[in-house]
Structures are given as C-alpha cells and as structure tokens.
C-alpha cells in the first residue's frame, strides 16, 4: 500500500509520519467509563498550507484505497491491538509501539521545552531528555521533531 521509499513512524502520542509527512492522527476522549477513539487518515487528499507537511496514501501510492476498504482493515487491526492491550496492559505494545515510533534521541519540541526523545514510561507517557540532564514526564500536549 506504501511507496517503497516511505519511512512510515509514530509520532507521540498520536500521529502516523510517512518520510515526515503526517499521513493519520487519533484522539481519544474519556466519556464516563467509557473512551471514544477517533481516527483521521489522508486516504485520496492531503491538506495543502499547513505549518507541517502532510501527505497521503494516494500519494504515497498512487492511488487511494477505498473508504470501505480501508475502514475493514482499520477496525480489524484496531480490535487486534485492543485486545492485547486489554490482555496484557500497556506493556504488551509499548515494545512494538517504540520499534515504530521515531528513534531515542530524537530531537523533540514540546510545551514543557526542547529536549532529546528518551522513550515511554511504564504507561505510555512520553520521556523528555532536557539539556540540563533531567528527565521530564509528559502526559499529554503537542509534541514537534526539530
């Protein structure tokens, strides 16, 4: 589905980067006991005069998989890693989550200040590497590469 030349990463803690590119996001909302995901993918399109570049899987591809398609292949990789998360706690993907997540030491931009990308904790927060040497521990917020 991808060009060969697309180096497909995780940004934290929810965009999906093609060569840098963000090609999908989720958010997630608590309602009560409940959590409400959301998915945004650039199947056909891409958004044009944004701060960050973005692309598409037509792009990527030369040619758009159908919605219905894509949406089958999505709920059924979704259910798969729910489920392990379910069985196994954050822990059963936080392993494969950082094998597809941009590398330690990356150079990250976050509200918190500049620093260094060294990891997730135990529950999926993001680990920020300050310059003075400590490390901070982010729960949430935007987070940029630099």
């Known amino acids: 589905m991808f060009a060969p030349h697309a180096t497909i990463r995780i940004k934290w803690p929810n965009d999906l980067l093609a060569?840098?590119?963000?090609?999908?996001?989720?958010?997630?909302e608590?309602?009560?006991?409940?959590?409400?995901?959301?998915?945004?993918?650039?199947?056909?399109?891409?958004?044009?005069?944004?701060?960050?570049?973005?692309?598409?899987?037509?792009?990527?591809?030369?040619?758009?998989?159908?919605?219905?398609?894509?949406?089958?292949?999505l709920a059924e990789a979704f259910a798969m890693w729910l489920a392990r998360w379910r069985s196994g706690g954050v822990g059963a993907v936080r392993a494969a989550w950082l094998a597809a997540a941009h590398p330690i030491g990356a150079a990250l931009a976050t509200s918190a200040g500049e620093g260094l990308f060294a990891g997730l904790d135990e529950s999926g927060a993001l680990r920020l590497r300050l310059a003075d040497g400590t490390t901070r521990v982010i729960h949430a917020g935007d987070v940029f590469l630099i």
């Open 19 to 28: 060569s840098g590119a963000k090609l999908a996001g989720i958010l997630l």
């Open 30 to 73: 608590r309602e009560g006991e409940a959590v409400i995901a959301g998915f945004g993918v650039n199947l056909a399109h891409r958004p044009q005069g944004l701060e960050r570049p973005a692309t598409s899987l037509a792009a990527l591809s030369g040619s758009a998989p159908h919605p219905a398609t894509f949406l089958g292949a």
